[in-house]
């Protein structure tokens, strides 16, 4: 099993001074669960090399058994810091895609046509795609063979929007990833703000927030299963 992880590379906060980039529980936990369903990893990002951090997610009180993990592990430091470029990745080469999220991807790669197409070729070919808290907003201008949304009539989740007053961004942010899931047609749903949440609908996998980075990667993993026993 072949799979593909997409990382920002974008690090400006708005127009607030302040950095940001991905998450890292969204991207450690994941790893270290596709890593141990022995899946073969690839990690891109849209400029390649290092992706940025968001500073916040490496806070002490964000720390989790995962976070720690990476941080004591150079060879997953290794891998983040050598991302392949978007523009190189063949998607016919992986069996999924998995974004994790992070304020960043609501700048680059909700409008890289890389990763439009990516998703796109992924989801046509009957390849499962999934995405976790910031991530489903990347979505936004992903259609359909017939040009619709491709959320349109799917269940779907993604960060909430009182998650994201919680954190204060809500004006700083270019759109807000709830909003914009149901004014495509996305039958969005959600869970307690911070709790793990995450939704299937066919190829289509989404969690609300970082506390959902296990259980979506999860159902990713059952869903490549599935495939590859059928």
Known sequence: MKLLMVLTSHDELGNTGRKTGFWLEEFAAPYYAFLEAGVDITVASPKGGQPPLDPKSDEPSFQTEQTRRFHADPAAQAVLSSTVP????????????????????????AEDRDSIEIIQSLYRSGKPVAFVCHAPGVLRNVRAVDGS????????????????????????????????????????SSGPDWGSYAVQDG????????????????????????????
């Open 149 to 188: 949304p491709l959320v349109q009539g799917k269940k779907v989740t993604g960060f909430k929007n009182t998650e994201e007053d919680g954190v204060g961004l809500t004006d700083v942010v270019p759109f807000l990833v709830e909003d914009v899931l149901k004014q495509d047609g996305g039958i969005y």
């Open 86 to 109: 978007l523009a190189s990745i063949w998607p016919e080469d992986f069996d999924a895609v998995f974004y994790p999220g992070g304020h960043g991807p609501l700048w680059d790669l």
């Open 203 to 230: 190829l289509l996998i989404t969690g609300q927030n970082p506390g959902s980075s296990v259980e979506t990667a999860g159902i990713l993993i059952n869903t490549l299963r599935a495939a590859a026993a059928a």
